[in-house]
């Protein structure tokens, strides 16, 4: 999709879309009815401008969207507004269309880009029908009607649409089709195609580096582990920022076995990755300044005569044993490797885990917002903040001491499992804890609930990439900041 700026939409542009808010709609609606000469008695009757709201007329030669985008609304709302539009008739749109963004922010470009080329997300990724091209997205033009065209903003948009599109490719395929390699040979293209280096440690390479956790977890698994390691060292960078993802590719539970009835769901317990993944390749893409490294312990938790089983003891990376009461609690184990693996060898400024790591974080906040640990204040607002202006939402919880007493183990240093059926999330970041060294700014993000979600276009729940717009936001604010910029100390 050819995307130009444009002052007035051309003839040919037979599609139009016109996104309404709330605020002040029946002025909105009135300059609508001016330009268009759609009856304004049928405009104020039809259009509310209700969340993502499809209001569709027809002239001689145009067909017109009214978008409702409801009140104040956010980039999340923005996004999908424009996405579920896209989605559902975008094989009516032909091949140009025109937004009119008049009186919009100016960065309402990035959002209803990244939205409208989000649309052309299939589900369908293993059905036999063949699939229709849309002439829109093959070949089309996408005329933005704005005050202040920023080429920037569209570039923006339209890298982390790119990204996020593979991704779901990658969160929504089965484990017969995404194996820990998969994960691997991801991370090595995007980092030839966008430059930034990566190294895969295969199961050898990580016994000689006594990446022990990871391999403990897989070892059940036909698909060896992997340890993916990403570098992006950005141009001005005056920060190191160090994301660690949980790359399990699938979670059976392992011998401590999960029901079936929701266990398919499980081929999604690599969202953490996906979330590094794709931070990494925007940072990328976008050159921000920053010095960036990616780490994904990736394996799958499988059931097998070689599998680890409950009460065993394990080592880890960070050299501390661990007694292995549940072995579906595998997530945390593999990245006490990856986070120990990061500071041993980057020493970054700033440490973050993204992982779907606990049930427990899904009762707590349900899908909506995921859940932030952290012992720094000062970090956890700059990701409360950035997770508020991407709609990728955050909720703080507590990190207290107490909520370790039941990881104490008889036999190794820790265990891995509380044994209790309360406060399970935070138990988890207390677990993680013990392989930070107290770095002073460590946050960890259990996203169980907000990397595979309920997206209106699809009837089971699917991948979300969320993290992606998080992190490039968090990153883009971190690089501003000058308060941030330790050549100023
Ligand atoms: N991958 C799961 C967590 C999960 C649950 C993610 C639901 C997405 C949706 C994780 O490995 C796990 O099994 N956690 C256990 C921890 C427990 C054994 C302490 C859980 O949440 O039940
Ligand atoms: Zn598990
Ligand atoms: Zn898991």
Request: net charge negative; with cysteine; hydrophobic share 40%.
């Amino acid at each position: 999709m050819n995307v130009l700026s444009v002052s007035q939409f051309s003839d040919d542009t037979r599609t139009l879309i016109y996104p309404v808010q709330k605020e002040n709609l029946s002025a909105q609606l009135t300059a609508i009815a001016e330009e268009t000469s759609l009856p304004i008695a049928i405009l104020d009757a039809e259009v509310k401008a209700e969340k993502s709201e499809i209001t569709t007329f027809f002239t001689t030669d145009k067909r017109i969207y009214i978008l409702g985008l409801g009140a104040e609304p956010t980039s999340h709302q923005i996004i999908k507004a424009f996405r579920t539009l896209l989605f559902k008739h975008k094989a009516k749109v032909g091949t140009q269309v025109g937004v009119s963004l008049k009186n919009c922010p100016v960065d309402w470009i990035e959002f209803v880009v990244n939205g409208m080329e989000l649309g052309k997300y299939e589900f369908g990724l293993y059905k036999t029908e063949p699939k229709t091209a849309i002439p829109l997205f093959e070949n089309g033009t996408l005329e933005l009607r704005t005050d202040d065209f920023k080429s920037e903003l569209i570039e923006k948009g339209k890298h982390i649409a790119d990204t996020q599109l593979r991704l779901f490719t990658l969160l929504n395929a089965p484990s017969n089709f995404k194996t820990p390699q998969t994960l691997a040979s991801w991370a090595m293209h995007s980092g030839e195609k966008y430059g930034y280096k990566v190294r895969v440690f295969d199961s050898g390479e990580c016994q000689s580096l006594g990446l022990f956790a990871l391999l403990a977890v897989g070892q059940g698994s036909k698909s060896e582990p992997e340890f993916i390691v990403m570098e992006y060292q950005g141009e001005g960078a005056t920060q190191k920022v160090a994301l660690v993802g949980k790359g399990v590719t699938f979670d059976t539970g392992g011998i401590s076995i999960k029901p079936s009835e929701n266990m398919h769901l499980m081929k999604s317990d690599m969202g953490g990755a996906a979330a590094v993944l794709g931070a990494i390749e925007v940072a990328a893409k976008l050159k921000l300044p920053i010095h960036l490294i990616g780490i994904v312990p990736t394996t799958e938790n499988s059931v097998d005569g070689d599998s680890m089983k409950p009460g065993d003891v394990i080592q880890s990376y960070a050299g501390k044993t661990i007694e292995v009461t549940d072995t579906d609690a595998e997530g945390r184990l593999i990245l006490a490797d990856g986070l120990s693996y990061a500071l041993k060898n980057f020493q970054p400024d700033v440490l973050i885990d993204l992982a779907t790591l606990t049930g427990s974080i899904i009762r707590t906040l349900g899908y909506h917002a995921a859940g932030l640990f952290t012992t720094s204040n000062e970090l956890g607002k700059q990701l409360k903040r950035a997770g508020e202006r991407t709609g990728e939402r955050l909720w703080r919880l507590p990190m207290w001491e107490e909520y370790a007493d039941h990881l104490k183990s008889d036999i190794a240093d820790v265990r891995n499992f509380s044994g209790v059926p309360h406060s399970q999330a935070i138990a988890a970041a207390k677990f993680l804890e013990l392989f930070v060294e107290n770095h002073t700014s460590w946050a960890h993000l259990d996203i169980a609930g907000t990397a595979y979600g309920d997206t209106d276009l699809a009837p089971q729940r699917a991948g979300t990439a969320y993290g992606v717009r998080l992190l490039t936001e968090f990153i883009t604010q971190l690089t501003k900041d000058p308060a941030n910029d330790k050549s100023q100390h």
